[in-house]
T-cell receptor
Framework: NAGVTQTPKFQVLKTGQSMTLQCAQDMNHNSMYWYRQDPGMGLRLIYYSASEGTTDKGEVPNGYNVSRLNKREFSLRLESAAPSQTSVYFC???????????FGEGSWLTVV | GENVEQHPSTLSVQEGDSAVIKCTYSDSASNYFPWYKQELGKRPQLIIDIRSNVGEKKDQRIAVTLNKTAKHFSLHITETQPEDSAVYFCAAASGGSYIPTFGRGTSLIVHP
């Protein structure tokens, strides 16, 4: 049982480049999330998808877009990367409202 | 919206001592309180959680207490070991919410 799988694990981008972080879960969870983690800032929610077919902005959505491709997959896209987007990105999933969130292993992104 | 405050930001103890991390929350509708442990370079992982109909929950050396009247909950680790060294996050969520609110984390250092 893989849980939440995200790719790539490491990526270096140049300013202005675009990329997509992929995430898939095999737990039949309804809700999926993208967080970023920066030193001293904890976990900040970028976007979430409460259920298949819906997406909503979180605390820090600017510069990002998401796609809930199906129940398993939830991707995060950076259209024009900026150095301020250098961070560790975590995808996560949960069965539904008020339930435990399970995290992927993280994606380390550096924008130069 | 919900606001979760977590203290202290750093906690240093000697091996064998107890460690206590405290969180306060603002939304009286919150009824689910998970705690996550994040080792260096790893994903946050759930270590214990409590729901509002329970005042205390224990799992071996770890316990969580909840005071709904005062809107605070705490993580207690007894007989600390070097492998307990990590960042610990508290979170709060209401039953109707898809989005738990995380505290900013506590870096626990256990000295051998």
């Amino acid at each position: 049982n893989a849980g939440v799988t995200q790719t790539p694990k490491f990526q270096v981008l140049k300013t202005g480049q675009s990329m997509t972080l992929q995430c898939a879960q095999d737990m039949n969870h309804n809700s999926m999330y993208w967080y970023r983690q920066d030193p001293g800032m904890g976990l900040r929610l970028i976007y979430y998808s409460a259920s298949e077919g819906t997406t909503d902005k979180g605390e820090v959505p600017n510069g990002y877009n998401v796609s809930r491709l199906n129940k398993r997959e939830f991707s995060l896209r950076l259209e024009s990367a900026a150095p301020s987007q250098t961070s560790v990105y975590f995808c996560a999933s949960a069965r539904g409202e008020g339930n435990t969130i399970y995290f992927g292993e993280g994606s380390w992104l550096t924008v130069v | 919206g919900e606001n979760v405050e977590q203290h202290p930001s750093t906690l240093s103890v000697q091996e064998g001592d107890s460690a206590v991390i405290k969180c306060t929350y603002s939304d009286s509708a919150s009824n689910y309180f998970p705690w996550y442990k994040q080792e260096l370079g790893k994903r946050p992982q759930l270590i214990i959680d409590i729901r509002s109909n329970v005042g205390e929950k224990k799992d071996q050396r770890i316990a969580v207490t909840l005071n709904k009247t005062a809107k605070h909950f705490s993580l207690h680790i007894t007989e600390t070991q070097p492998e307990d060294s990590a960042v610990y996050f508290c979170a709060a969520a209401s039953g109707g919410s898809y989005i738990p609110t995380f505290g900013r984390g506590t870096s626990l250092i256990v000295h051998p």
